[in-house]
């Protein structure tokens, strides 16, 4: 590490966990909603967060500025990096690399999916109700559908992955047990915050997001 990266590598590191940790927990959440409520229980958990005091500026502050400030060291982080220097264990060395693609992916993912949804609610294009219908019209393309898995998949693996990788570089986790273990731990979260991710994904494509026409012209076409 370079003498006078320090501060802003220690900020980056900060930032990864809070508040972008518990930004995806969040949003990981919210989309469920979709998945076990449907369009009711999504459009009551939208209404929750739209509700909150100082919405815009927790956005900037909580979502949109960190995002950006390691997003964009991440990816300067990730341009100097050595990929396989063999300082490590086969294994963290293959988990250091990931980290690595799996920022680069979650930067394209965020980018895209920030202009298709908040940009386009900011723009006037798309009402919050609209968000469930629109979502709908987004995934129901296979391929956008798939770039949405791949783009969930990557940006939780990085930020689980880089669970472990904080807990090590702040000293929290310091022996190979207690390494392992967080490592298990760390990887259950993974799978579920992608579990949550992709149920919402799933319940999205379904006919209860469909538009009112799509829908009555699917049940034309079936009837
Ligand atoms: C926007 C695109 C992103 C890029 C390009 C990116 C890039 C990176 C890179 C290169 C690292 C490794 C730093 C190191 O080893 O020193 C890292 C670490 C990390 N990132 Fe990201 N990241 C992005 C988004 C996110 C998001 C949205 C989250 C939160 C969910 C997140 C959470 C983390 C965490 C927790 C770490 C570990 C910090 C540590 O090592 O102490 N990142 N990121």
Redesign the pocket.
């Known amino acids: 590490m370079k003498g006078n990266s320090y501060l802003p590598?220690k900020i980056?590191?900060?930032?990864?966990?809070i508040p972008?940790?518990l930004?995806?927990v969040e949003h990981a959440l919210t989309n469920y909603s979709a998945y076990e409520g449907g369009k009711e229980g999504f459009s009551d958990s939208i209404d929750l967060l739209n509700s909150l005091p100082l919405v815009l500026w927790m956005e900037i502050f909580l979502i949109w500025l960190p995002?950006l400030f390691?997003?964009?060291?991440?990816?300067y982080?990730?341009y100097q990096?050595n990929i396989n220097t063999g300082r490590f264990s086969y294994g963290r060395n293959w988990a250091?690399t990931a980290?690595?693609i799996?920022?680069?992916i979650?930067?394209i993912f965020?980018?895209w999916h920030f202009y298709e949804t908040r940009l386009q609610v900011a723009l006037g294009n798309v009402s919050h109700e609209e968000l469930g219908q629109h979502m709908n019209s987004i995934v129901s393309d296979p391929l956008a559908f798939t770039a949405y898995i791949i783009g969930v998949l990557a940006?939780?693996f990085?930020?689980a992955?880089?669970?472990?990788?904080?807990?090590?570089?702040?000293g929290i986790t310091v022996g190979p047990r207690a390494q392992k273990v967080s490592s298990n731990i760390c990887m259950v979260i993974f799978v579920i915050i992608a579990a949550l991710f992709l149920l919402s994904l799933f319940a999205f494509r379904g006919d209860e997001f469909a538009s009112a026409a799509a829908t009555a012209l699917s049940s034309v076409s079936v009837g």
């Open positions: 590598r980056h590191s900060l930032l990864g966990v972008l940790g930004f995806i995002i390691h997003g964009v060291y991440g990816l982080i990730a990096s250091f980290q690595r799996t920022g680069v979650t930067f965020i980018a940006a939780t990085h930020f992955n880089g669970l472990w990788a904080f807990l090590v570089s702040w």
